[in-house]
């Protein structure tokens, strides 16, 4: 304890260590033997010093219980400890194993209370707090049991917002472990999938070594693949094993976080069913599991606010036009296009100081279209249908004339893709406001061509489809990236809106 909590200790912590230890390396963790006593001694004083103040301060170690290993050089030591700063009892599990010149620490982990943790279940609890690591809040952690401690005990002041009808509970669909994307993970996450105990969880698994991208990432899962881990049953191997998810992207799924002045807006992705559908939990109350979830999550964050291209706006202005947007879309006695269309007016007439009417823009026609126009946006629509993706290759590539007399079967599912893609701030943050509502008009208008292609109810993968190419910001390569530049300079126009409503 005295050399984890003194900066000048770590040759003496490197010292306690096995080998085969888990310990801070670089940025994250590795084997004790992948470093040296030097180069650990100086991150730990780095570390120390930069967090004096808020890394804790573990004192008065008691040991309270002591149990033996099935394997006689190994053994579990249970410690009561305090945590001077906040006079915090707690207690400490450290795995110890007999090394021919002495005892040598090879896992330590905090808990709040005595649990019948095998030498390797302490390991591998331990090992599942490597994503705080990671992170600097409160303060680097210089150990697995700084990191642990944090994760039990440390609490972010953060205030949570989220749209009033966001809820969620886990319905075990498996959705994210199945779709469409690419799920990476830290390097070190390979150490703790070399400790589970394969041999019961899943023999096949025994040696799994997930691939190393040429960034250093693991790849869990190519956008083709299944993951691994999932059972037959809809079951995640790796949180069964562990009783939690210690992988960040699949323990943030299905939220999604954005950073403002404010505090965090927590959006929820459509491609899993119970978000979609409102089912379970509203955000507002699963605090405690948001705090958890955030700690693994990359918040959307912005320096500036736009209101259109090129039009800076403070964040009241932005939060407020975004509220306005989204309680607009959940206008239920308009039709979705005349909502969309009421917002799309909205903007036009923030951005170049005309006045509101909403009265009048609920009724006023649809704007008349050239014919070059309608192609233009007809070609647009086709250029999207035809990208790589399997849905949307089942479709044809033909967008319907009968296109503007069409209506949401399912308004109320595509109103909530099309808040949440808003709220999440994916397209917001890096654009602006008018360019994500205008992306939320390319979703409705696809969401009706599948419509329109289906023939009946839209199957679970359109909707994903849908939740990909708008929460996930699919979208943004594919149409802002993959555009024309002349074409994309009209996707921050408020008419372009309206035209494309009226296309
Ligand atoms: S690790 Fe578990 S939760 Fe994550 S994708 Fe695989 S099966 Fe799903």
């Excluded at 096995?18 to 006593?37: C, K, Y």
């Excluded at 394997?71 to 207690?91: H, Y």
């Excluded at 500036?304 to 959940?330: H, N, Q, S």
């Excluded at 951005?351 to 823009?361: I, K, Q």
Aim: with cysteine.
């Amino acid at each position: 304890m005295r050399a984890l909590c003194d900066p000048s200790g770590g040759e003496a912590l490197y010292r306690l260590h096995s080998p085969d230890a888990p310990v801070r390396l670089g940025e994250g963790i590795g084997p004790a033997r992948a470093t040296d006593e030097g180069h650990f001694a100086a991150a730990h004083r780095d570390i120390g010093r930069r967090g004096e103040g808020a890394l804790p301060v573990f004192v008065e170690p008691s040991l309270v219980q002591l149990m033996h290993s099935e394997d006689p050089r190994e053994a579990v030591a249970w410690f009561e400890i305090t945590e001077a700063r906040e006079s915090r009892r707690l207690l400490a599990a450290l795995g110890v194993r007999c090394a021919a010149d002495g005892p040598r620490i090879v896992w330590c982990s905090a808990a709040e209370s005595i649990l019948p943790w095998s030498f390797r279940d302490g390991l591998l609890q331990s090992l599942a707090d490597y994503p705080w690591m990671r992170r600097g809040e409160p303060a680097t952690a210089r150990a697995l049991l700084d990191a642990g401690y944090f994760r039990r005990f440390w609490r972010p002041p953060v205030t949570f917002a989220a749209l009033a009808d966001a809820r969620f509970s886990c319905q075990m669909s498996a959705a994210c472990c199945r779709h469409d994307y690419e799920i990476t993970l830290p390097a070190e996450a390979q150490m703790l999938i070399d400790a589970l105990p394969w041999q019961t969880v899943a023999p096949q698994l025994k040696g799994t070594r997930l691939p190393v991208r040429t960034d250093g990432k693991l790849q869990l899962k190519s956008p083709e693949e299944v993951c691994r881990f999932l059972t037959p049953g809809n079951q995640c191997l790796i949180h069964r094993a562990l009783g939690r998810q210690p992988f960040g992207a699949c323990c943030v799924f299905p939220f999604s976080f954005a950073r403002t002045p404010e505090g965090i807006a927590v959006g929820l992705s459509p491609i899993c069913g119970s978000a979609r559908l409102g089912l379970g939990l509203p955000a507002q109350e699963r605090t405690e599991d948001l705090r958890e979830r955030l700690a693994h999550a990359e918040p959307r964050t912005t320096d500036i606010y736009r209101l259109a291209p090129g039009v800076a706006i403070a964040w009241g202005p932005f939060r407020d036009v975004e509220k306005g947007l989204c309680d607009c879309l959940a206008a239920e006695e308009l039709p979705l296009r005349r909502r969309l269309y009421v917002g799309a007016r909205l903007l036009g007439a923030l951005t170049d100081g005309s006045a509101v009417d909403v009265p009048a823009w609920r009724s006023e026609p649809l704007p008349a279209l050239k014919p070059e126009l309608r192609a233009a946006i007809h070609g647009m629509l086709a250029r999207l249908l035809g990208w790589n993706r399997a849905v949307l290759r089942e479709l044809p590539r033909e967008v319907p004339d009968r296109l503007p007399t069409l209506e949401a079967a399912d308004a109320q599912l595509v109103t909530n893709i099309l808040r949440n893609t808003l709220y999440c701030k994916v397209y917001s943050f890096p654009l602006d406001l008018t360019t994500a509502y205008n992306y939320l008009i390319v979703l409705y208008l696809l969401a009706l061509i599948m419509q329109s292609a289906a023939a009946g109810p839209l199957p679970e993968r359109m909707w994903r489809e849908l939740g990909s190419l708008g929460v996930h910001g699919l979208l943004k390569s594919m149409l802002h990236e993959g555009m024309p530049e002349n074409f994309r300079a009209l996707l921050g126009r408020s008419e372009f809106g309206l035209w494309m409503l009226a296309a």
